[in-house]
C-alpha cells in the first residue's frame, strides 16, 4: 500500500504476552515492522512506533499461581525481559508501554462506557464452566476440551490445536479444569456482550478497502461473510481491568489489549514536548495507521478490533500487515512441547543483525518460516560473510591500503544505474511488505559490486604507473560507493553492522537518519577511510 506522505503514520505492533520469556516466533512482528519504520523514514515519512506488554487474562494468572507469586510480579518480571530483548535487538519503539498501565484503564473503561451508550453492548445469562472440585467459575484458559466444530482437543476461548475458530464461553466440548484436571461443569452466570454481528455490512465495506498483506484481509473476509457471532466481552476474574459498574467482572483481554494501541500513543505524547496530540492518530483520520501482527490473531485486529473503533467513532486502521507463523526443524512450534528457540539465548551466541537478516531473508512475510540451525548457517556463510563481507572487507582494505582516502574519479553510468534500479525496487517492496525482496535487491547490488571489482582487476593497474593508478582510484571510488549504497539500503535490516561499515567508509553523518537519496550522492574524494574489521564470522553448527 502506498500511503500519503502528508500524513504522518503510526506503525504499530502487536503486544507480547508477557507470561514467559520471548522465543523467535514472536520476532517475525517485530524485527520487520522495526524495519519498515525505519525504511519510512529514510523515504521522508513522519513516523512513530508503538508497541507494550499485554498483560492481562487468563494465563498470567495461571502462569502467577504455578511460580506462587501475584499477576502483578509476573508482569512486571516479563514486561522487563522484553523490553531487553528489544533493546538488544535494535528494535526501537518510540514507546513501549503495558496494558495495565492507570491510562489503560481509563481509555478502556471510557470505550467500553461509549459501546454500552451506543447500544453496542447488552447483557445476558450464558453457560460458563465451574470446577465443583476447585468451587469457582473458570475462565476460558482455565478450561480444556473438545472443539465443537471439528472435534480436535482445544482451550476454552480457542481451538488452537484444530480449525482456529474462536469459542464463546459454554461452547466447548466435554470441559475439564486445567487446574485440578477434573471434570467441569455448566453454570449459567451473567456476562456483556459486543454486538459484533450489527457490523457485517461495515466489515464487508471496510475489509474490502483495507491495506496490509492479503492473508489478513482475505482470511477477515472470509469469516465476515460466513456468519459473525457477538462476542462475549467480560470475564469472571480478578486480574485486568474492571468491566464499568460491576466489581466480580473484568473485560475480556482482547478489549483493553489493542486499546492499549491508543493509550501508549496518548502516554508517549504526554512525555514529549511537541505539541502533538493523541487524537490527531486516533480522531478524524488524519494519520495513517498500519498494525503488525502474526496470523494468529487476523480475527481481531481485521474483525473486533474495527469493529470496536467504528462503534465509539475512532479512525480505522489503513493496513493490517499478518507475517507468516514460525517452525522450528519441520515441526510446529510449541513451547509446552519443547520445540522452541529462546532469543536470550541465541543472542548469547550470535550478534543480533544475524538474527534480523536471517528472519526477513529466509522466508517471503507472510509465507511460513521453518527455523533451522541449518538454513540459519547457511544465509550468514553463504550471503553476509561470502558476499556482503567479501565485498566491504575486501575492498576497503585495498583501497585504505593504497590510498588512505577515498580516491579521485567519476561514478560511472553503469554504476549509477544499478544503484538508482536498487533504490526504487527497495521503495517498491516496502510499500508491499515484502522485506525479503528488500534484502534480495540490496543483496544484488552487492554482488554487482563484488562482480566489477574482480573484472577490473584493480591490483594489477594499482603497479602501472600514474595512469593505471589513476584508473585503479577510480575502480575503487565506484565500488565504495555501492558499498555506500548497500549500507544505506541494508541499515534497516542490520542496523549495527551497517553503522560500522559507514564507519569505515569515514563518513560522519548518522547512517540511520540518512535517506535513500543519498545513495545517489556521490561519496566524497579525500574522505578518511578507517581501517576495515571483518563485519561477520563465519557460523559452525
Sequence with gaps: M??????????????????????????????????????????????????GSDTHGTPIVLSAEAQGITPEEVVAKYHEHFKRIFQALNVNFDYY???????????????????????YVYKKETKQAFCNTCGRFLPDRYVEGKCPYCGA?????????GCGKHLE?????????????????????????????????????YLDKLGGTRNARNYALEWTKKELRDWC????????????????????????APIGYISFTEELLNYTTDEKDWRKYWKGNKATIVHFIGTDIIYHHCIFWPAMLKGVGYSLPDAVVASGMVKINGGTFSKSRGNVVRVKEFLERFHPDTLRYYLVAQSSHTKELDFSWDSFSMRVNNELVAILGNLVHRVVSFAYKNFRVVPEGEIDEDVFAAIERTKEEETRVVDEYEFKKLVDSAMKLADFGNSFFQREEPWHLIKMGDAGRERCGEIVKNV???????????????PEKMGEVWSQLGMESDVHSVKL??????????????????????VEI
Excluded at 565504495?480 to 542490520?494: F, H, P, R
Aim: hydrophobic fraction near 40%.
Design 97 to 119: 508501554g503495558w496494558t495495565d498501565s492507570e491510562s489503560n484503564h481509563r481509555r478502556t473503561e471510557e470505550i467500553v462506557k461509549k459501546l454500552i451508550e451506543n447500544g
Design 480 to 494: 565504495l560507493q555501492i558499498i555506500k549504497a548497500v549500507c544505506i539500503g541494508l541499515e534497516a535490516v542490520m
Design 2 to 51: 502506498k500511503i500519503p506522505i502528508e500524513k504522518p503514520v503510526l506503525v504499530t505492533s502487536a503486544l507480547p504476552y508477557v507470561n514467559g520469556e520471548c522465543h523467535i516466533g514472536h520476532l517475525r512482528t517485530y524485527v520487520p515492522a522495526d524495519i519498515y519504520v525505519r525504511m519510512l523514514r529514510k523515504m521522508g515519512y513522519d513516523v512513530i512506533f508503538i508497541s
Design 233 to 256: 466481552i467480560t470475564r469472571a476474574m480478578e486480574w485486568g481491568v474492571k468491566f464499568p459498574g460491576r466489581d466480580d467482572l473484568v473485560v475480556y483481554v482482547w478489549v483493553d
Design 517 to 538: 537519496e543519498e545513495m545517489m550522492v556521490p561519496i566524497a574524494s579525500g574522505q578518511e577511510l578507517k581501517k576495515p574489521k571483518k563485519l561477520f564470522e563465519l
Design 169 to 205: 464461553p459454554g461452547e466447548i466440548i466435554e470441559p475439564k479444569c486445567k487446574i485440578c484436571g477434573n471434570e467441569a461443569d455448566f453454570k449459567q452466570q451473567e456476562h456483556f456482550f459486543f454486538n459484533l454481528s450489527s457490523f457485517t455490512d461495515f466489515l464487508i465495506s
Design 153 to 161: 482437543i482445544a482451550r476454552g476461548d480457542e481451538c488452537d490445536q
